[in-house]
């Protein structure tokens, strides 16, 4: 049996909002991406948020990972982890996404939300990385 497939996702906040991306199944996004072959998870964080937003972070600890069925039977391991913006927060959007939004933390982390914030579905594993990282309950 062959290893599933890794994505590092960055949970990016920025004067108490958090980063997410929106994505061809309608759903809301951690930005992040598959290493390249010899790139280290941080290395391949950094260059996937820069491509998918323009911004600058730096990685930090790693958050608990996931299993994630991204389409019915096709899963992939989530690796997150806690980055930190370099810079300001004006976010240059890439072709990979439909849209960027800059999310209030307690909005994205209420207990009780539902799947569905802003309009779109936030996957819980999404949710629980943003929690770990912002020290929610």
């Known amino acids: 049996m062959s290893a599933l497939p890794v994505s590092v996702k960055g949970v990016l906040v920025h004067e108490g909002r958090v980063l997410l991306l929106l994505n061809e199944r309608d759903e809301w996004d951690l930005p992040g991406g598959r290493p390249?072959?010899?790139e280290t998870f941080p290395q391949a964080l950094e260059?996937?948020?820069r491509?998918?937003?323009g911004l600058?972070?730096?990685?930090g600890a790693a958050l608990d990972e996931h299993l994630f069925e991204v389409l019915p039977g096709r899963f992939v391991r989530i690796v997150?982890?806690?980055c930190h913006l370099?810079?300001?927060g004006a976010v240059t959007l890439s072709p990979e996404h439909l849209d960027v939004r800059w999310l209030p933390v307690a909005e994205v982390t209420a207990e009780?939300?539902?799947e569905v914030v802003a309009g779109h579905r936030l996957p819980d594993c999404y949710r629980a990385a943003i929690r770990q990282a912002t020290r929610q309950p």
């Open 112 to 114: 009780g939300a539902g």
């Open 80 to 82: 997150p982890f806690q």
């Open 51 to 53: 491509e998918e937003t």
């Open 36 to 38: 390249d072959p010899g």
């Open 47 to 49: 260059r996937e948020v």
């Open 56 to 59: 600058a972070a730096t990685v």
């Open 86 to 88: 370099v810079g300001d």
